[in-house]
């Protein structure tokens, strides 16, 4: 039962460097979502998808791409990283009722 | 519209003693209405949510949260704090029809032997 992995884990990287942040979910759940943890304020909502092909933005999505080609995958890329973008990632999937939503162990990056 | 205050930042109990984390949250539909836990580093766990039907709410690891809807709160208790309690605890909420959860800032668990 792998559930939902993100990776990498841990990354650091530098300032203007491009970086995606994979995720992958094995229940085939239609909902997947990105969200950013910053100390304060709690989790925001980067960017989610209804479903393969279907994205729409979140609270926080400027700095973000995101694309879904697959049911199972929700790359998140940070096309020209910078240090405001520091946090931990967090990706998270639901099925099509809402009921719950899983969440990944996090990513969490560092730009320097 | 959709928001969540949890009332708190930090919150420092005794062993054995009552856990109270207050939670209230506005939304301008029914809401769906969740605790998470996080451990230091790791994930969100589901503590647990209320949908729909009884409003007294019960999760895992001895939680409880009751939904009020004349106060818009959410808050969670557990009898007795264990020190295996302490972690970073959030409140979220979601529409109904409407799939991504808006979070609160979270409180602080801290559990005095």
């Known amino acids: 039962d792998a559930g939902i992995t993100q990776s990498p884990r841990y990354k650091i990287t530098e300032t203007g460097r491009q970086v995606t942040l994979m995720c992958h979910q094995t229940?085939?759940?239609?909902?997947m979502f990105w969200y950013r943890q910053d100390l304060g304020h709690g989790l925001r909502l980067i960017y989610y998808?209804?479903?393969?092909?279907?994205?729409d933005k979140g609270e926080v999505p400027d700095g973000y791409v995101v694309s879904r080609s697959k049911t199972e995958n929700f790359p998140l890329t940070l096309e020209s990283a910078t240090r405001s973008q520091t946090s931990v990632y967090f990706c998270?999937?639901?099925?099509?009722?809402?009921?719950?939503?899983?969440f990944g162990e996090g990513s969490w990056l560092t730009v320097v | 519209a959709q928001s969540v205050t949890q009332l708190g930042s930090h919150v420092s109990v005794s062993e054995g003693a009552l856990v109270l984390l207050r939670c209230n949250y506005s939304?301008?539909?029914?809401?769906?209405l969740f605790w998470y836990v996080q451990y230091p580093n790791q994930g969100l766990q589901l503590l647990l949510k209320?949908?729909?039907?009884?409003?007294l709410v019960k999760g895992i690891n001895g939680f409880e949260a009751e939904f009020k809807k004349s106060e818009t709160s959410f808050h969670l208790t557990k009898p007795s704090a264990h020190m295996s309690d302490a972690a970073e605890y959030f409140c979220?909420?979601?529409?109904?029809?409407?799939?991504?959860?808006?979070f609160g800032s979270g409180t602080r668990l801290q559990v005095q032997p």
């Open positions: 979220a909420v979601s529409a109904v029809g409407r799939r991504a959860l808006t």
């Open positions: 939304s301008s539909v029914p809401p769906y």
């Open positions: 229940w085939s759940h239609s909902y």
């Open positions: 998808s209804a479903a393969a092909d279907i994205t």
């Open positions: 998270a999937s639901s099925d099509s009722s809402g009921n719950t939503i899983y």
């Open positions: 209320y949908t729909t039907g009884a409003t």
